[in-house]
């Protein structure tokens, strides 16, 4: 099935640059953010994907509807596909056909950047600014959307800080105390499992979360420039900072730091380990606030449980305010049916959403609203919060929205393998920078 969902992500990626070859479906000008005319009301479509049931969602058919009250004949279409590769195919079968909808979600990939190179896509900073929002933005959410070059296509509408949970009393009953360095990990598992305590609680199956430890330590070697020349081939795991990483996975997989059998397990599964005492960390984002910093956390632990940022190393290029601070996939506005109304509409949503999503007592994308604490929150729910204000200039990139889809699935593959100790570091740096050698030069023109 993969291979056929990848050549079928070709044969639209052939397509659309066919497509622009000959011209058809021409954009407008995607700089024209300020279109003038009758706002006439009708029915727009937003293609997404998130969770239908999730507080993006469920506030944008709300403001949707106010919307509508004094536009009469005003709709928004939302049409979701949580499941992301498919929803990628779904994505770029519509753009190869010129058929995108008036908004669309996607990652800052090179595919979204081809589109935008295509004039397909309205530049966001133009359209934010011209809305003077602009400046509510958090810098590190519209970074998060920026490609290479530091233009902006994409609108976020979340803001996220990963943090490493711990368990006190866990870490306590084997000696160990928070890292101040990564390398110090390893040696913490072998300690927590000497004493019985299974390191750290992972969801293997959706293979992301293991991916997120392979970009630690090039963030702190060589800081966020490293996956870009990666993913391009111009820097590759034989080097110095590619080396320690794939050394360091080896390392945590010698000394045992995920549960058994962890590649089978799931995201409850992991969540179920470390909140119910059988696992010491979990390294997870602000959207499980909910579950880790309220009431709802179970009573037996809710005391013991606390979280450390992303720990340093010797040396380290990237400091201890700057881990992984995502904003999530952003939202995409179609060059070709910006009209008036679409325009009017997303003056009137983004100027009422981070207020809306704030409420929810998610961290909005923006500075000028403050998030609702929940009556049941526990004092870390305001600690999360408030790491947010402090945060630095750099920031972690997630590899899986980096590199190339081939090469994305054969690395959460080959780490896999590596953390179980199934291949060495020397087969799975040659396997990677092969596959990257391959693949890239196709991906990346």
Known sequence: ??????????????????TACGGGGAATDPSNVSPTGEIKPREISWLLSRPADGAVINIMKKLADDYAKDHPGFALNLITTPDRPSYIQKLETLAAANKLPELFDTDATPFAQELAKQGKMVEADKLLKSLDVYDDYRPGALDYQRFDDGSLYMIPFQFELEFIWYNKALFEK??????KSLD???????????????????????????????????????GPDFVQKLRKGEASFADDAGQKT????????????????????????????FTSGQAAMYNIGTWELPSLATDKLNSEVRNDIDFFTLPTTEGSVTSANE???????????????????VSDFLKFALEKYPAEYAATGAL??????????????????????ETANTLGGKQAMPWDTQLDPTTNGRLQQELVLLVQGNITPEQFTKTMDDAIKQNAPKFFK
């Not at 990848?6 to 640059?17: K, P, T």
């Not at 084997?174 to 890292?179: K, L």
Request: hydrophobic fraction near 45%; charge should be neutral.
């Open 1 to 18: 099935m993969k291979k056929l969902l990848r050549a079928a992500a070709v044969a639209a990626a052939a397509a659309l640059a066919l």
């Open 174 to 179: 084997a000696g160990v105390s928070v890292p």
């Open 184 to 222: 110090d990990v390893p040696a913490m598992c072998t300690a927590l499992r000497n004493a019985g305590i299974t390191p750290i609680a992972i969801d293997g199956q959706d293979q992301w979360p293991l991916e997120r430890y392979v970009a630690y330590q090039p963030f702190r070697e060589a």
């Open 246 to 273: 794939v050394t360091w996975m080896a390392d945590l997989g010698k000394a045992q730091c995920f549960q058994e059998g962890f590649s089978a397990q799931g995201y409850s599964d992991a969540q179920n380990q």
């Open 323 to 341: 881990f992984v601070s995502p904003s999530g996939i952003g939202m995409a506005v179609n060059s070709k049916t910006y009209d008036p109304l």
């Open 364 to 385: 909005s994308p923006t500075t000028n609203v403050q998030t609702a604490i929940p009556g049941n929150a526990t004092p870390l729910y305001k600690k999360a919060l």
